[in-house]
């Protein structure tokens, strides 16, 4: 299930993703991905990598895959301002091209609100994750039962282009996955940083 409407939105907010997305989201994707630790001789994989606003934080020592549908998006990650090699590829994090439990972290940033079929992503997320592996999720995401009437009224249309706006985590679970915690991480609340284990 590609959205293609998706990609071609993406593709043509590439130029301005970072110039809008960078600094608000700065100190949320640092303290996520503080979580990382010691990452010595890992296999990390960025689902939805993007524009790779995320690399300059990637701790040193670990074996890093980024994917990505867009390949406008994929183009700035390769940009050589990256304090990190990431190998990148393109492809639908709905459907991953690696085997089962090669990673020992998968990284979900802006992504799990973003694709059509939440649950999907995160089974595949789960499926190529080792046995006690991570995953660092950031998103926005409503609360069980919130009303959130506007952010619920304008996800249809949104998340044609950018992202939905009406995902409940609590509404995601996978029997293998463990939340470990699940804090605010921007805007009053409505996004989260959450940790899972496997
Ligand atoms: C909001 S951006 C987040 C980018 C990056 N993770 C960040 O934190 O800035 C969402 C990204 O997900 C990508 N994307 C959306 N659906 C996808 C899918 N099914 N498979 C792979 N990438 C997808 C888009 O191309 C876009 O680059």
Redesign the pocket.
Known sequence: M??KT??QS?TLLSPL?DSV?ALP?RIA?QRSLAQLGDVQGMKIL??????G??IPYLPKGANYTG????YA?LKRAKQPITTQDVNLHQ????QLPYPDHCFDVVIM???LA??PDSQK?LDEATRVLAPNGKILI?DKFLKPKQRAFVRRLLSPLISKI??RTDVVFEDLSHPTLTVVSNTAALANGWFRQILMKK
Do not use: E, P, S, W
């Open positions: 590609l959205n998706l990609q993406y993703y997305v989201t994707r960025l689902c939805g990598i993007g524009t606003l995320d994917i990505d549908f867009t998006m492809g639908n994090v709905m940033h802006l992504i973003v694709v992503a950031l950018a992202t």
